[in-house]
């Protein structure tokens, strides 16, 4: 296991990966409105941040692999749940080394801080759901939750 500093230093990092992923640095940054010699900040959605932390050791031939078997997992999660996918806005997805050396999925929902407790939920019943998902950090509204496999699982 990683300290709690190394994964809140890991969730920053992956949040600065994730605005490169998030279209037009939707939620990275405020927009301006056009108002002539003003600027006025406007209310953008803020992009939240999840990091699945996988019990797979990181190679970068076989990290795709897992990518796309994780994600295929949290989407029938996702269908099963019956959850409204669009509320999320864009969800874009890569795969990093953790910190411990084993593979992290990450997945930037552009308007997850709109939705952090359905995203939370969601997320919960993944780690608990996913073979290879031993935990998660979520990056959203601000603050940052852990979540870990429950022991039973």
């Known amino acids: 296991m990683f300290s709690t500093k190394v994964a809140v230093i ?3 990092s992956a949040f600065a990966m994730a605005c490169l992923f998030v279209p037009d640095a939707q939620g990275c940054a405020a927009t301006t409105n056009g108002t002539a010699g003003r600027r006025r900040r ?33 989407k029938a999660i996702i269908d099963e749940a019956d959850v409204d996918e669009e509320a999320f806005g864009a969800v874009s997805k890569s795969v990093a080394a953790g910190a411990n050396g ?10 997850g801080s709109e939705n952090c407790d359905e995203l939370e939920r969601v997320v919960t019943v ?25 022991a039973n699982q």
């Not at 953008?44 to 994600?71: F, G, H, N, P």
């Not at 084993?102 to 308007?111: G, K, P, R, T």
């Open 10 to 12: 890991v969730v920053v």
């Open 102 to 111: 084993n593979v992290q999925v990450l997945f930037a929902v552009s308007h």
């Open 42 to 74: 406007e209310a953008v959605s803020e992009a939240a941040v999840v990091v699945l932390e996988t019990a797979q050791r990181y190679d970068a031939a076989s990290s795709d692999k897992i990518l796309q078997a994780v994600t295929k997992q949290v």
């Open 126 to 150: 993944a780690v608990n759901e996913v073979q290879d998902v031993v935990g998660a950090n979520v990056l959203c509204g601000g603050s940052t939750n852990s979540i870990k496999k429950q």
